[in-house]
């Protein structure tokens, strides 16, 4: 039976003894609403540890908007039977004054790394992930953490984070998991109307039929960029906010393209008020 814990110091010395008994603990940080994609993230950490500990805690400190923080969705008592389902050991479902006891003005500075895609496009998000990451890394101490490649350029920032605070914890990602119609699994989808969710599909489809055609010709790729985000936009309430190719190592357009470029698409769509993203690495 899965184990739940509300209490930060609680949870903290269960796991400090476990560790004393050389056991290995996985960890999969979540914001809920779990989905299969969640469930793919805890199944490779039951493989691969003795212990998984999976948290749900909607960070208020990464939304740098009101509105989309309180429409996020919470579905505490379904996410608790689904990790139940998938023979999880531990839930830690925290209060936010659990999490933060104390006001945190940690301020970081992730370099290159937060200046463009979501970076640019949600000021502050990065700097809010990584200090509830930090705090639930000090309360968790894993082995190995667990994220998804679907926030490709967050599983890049948790990294330098681990480096940063040199915290000694393996960072795995994970391949992303889509839908039947190759829309990113995301607890986002559980907003969209059934009509939105199969017009989205768009997204994954216009990806790879810009991979499909990659060409190391600046012109040409970008007339394919161009076009891929028209024929997105030209769906009702679907407004692309970005979509780019970058460096998969840098996550930095790169001009001049040497022996060492990996081609890698982000992007992100508006659909109606719901905000999507994913991303795909081209193979050259």
Known sequence: MIKQFTSASELHYFLAELKNDSKEIGFVPTMGALHDGHMALIDKAMRENDLVVCSIFVNPKQ????????KYPRTVNEDIKLLSKHNCHVVFVPSIDEIYPNEVSQKYNFGSLEAL???EHRP??????????????EIVNPHRAYFGEKDFQQLMIVRRLVEMEDMGIDIVGCATSREFNGLAMSSRNKLLTEKQRNEASVIYRELSEIAKNYCTNVNEMNELISTGIKRINSIVDFEVEY?????GDTLQPTVNQGYSWKPHLFIAVKVGNVRLIDNLPIIV
């Open 63 to 70: 939304f740098n908007n009101a509105d989309d923080l309180a």
């Open 117 to 119: 895609m979501e970076g």
């Open 124 to 137: 502050g998000h990065f700097n809010g992930m990584a200090i509830v990451v930090k705090r639930l890394f």
């Open 243 to 247: 979509l780019t190719l970058v460096d």
